[in-house]
């Protein structure tokens, strides 16, 4: 089994930073990606962030620029960086791990609320 233990969500101010970290644990093999998705109220879950074993990195388009998302191989561990936040990033963000075989592994998701 594999666990995802989320952390760094919170309110924030449009306009403001946070930065969301996951470190995978457990029985951590070949990890093919790790990534981000956020789910709104009323909206289906969207991937946010991803970044494969080589380092290849997906945005979704209203992120670009403003997100970051990198990853310490050593650590099992996916980090984004969220700058400029706009109180439309406002949701539950869940971390996931795609495994080369083909399993996959969520978090269970951190609130972030970008209001004044």
């Known amino acids: 089994q594999v666990q995802l233990v989320e952390s760094g969500g919170g309110l924030v101010q449009p306009g403001g930073s946070l930065r969301l970290s996951c470190a995978a644990s457990g029985r951590v093999f070949s990890i093919y990606a790790m990534g981000w998705y956020r789910q709104a109220p009323g909206k289906q879950r969207e991937l946010v962030a991803r970044?494969?074993?080589?380092?290849?990195?997906k945005y979704v388009d209203s992120v670009k620029g403003r997100f970051t998302i990198s990853r310490d191989n050593a650590k099992n561990t996916v980090y984004l960086q969220m700058n400029s936040l706009k109180p439309e990033d406002t949701a539950v963000y869940y971390c996931n791990l795609l495994a080369t075989k083909g399993d996959d592994y969520w978090g269970q998701g951190t609130q972030v609320t970008v209001s004044s």
């Open positions: 970044i494969t074993s080589g380092s290849s990195i």
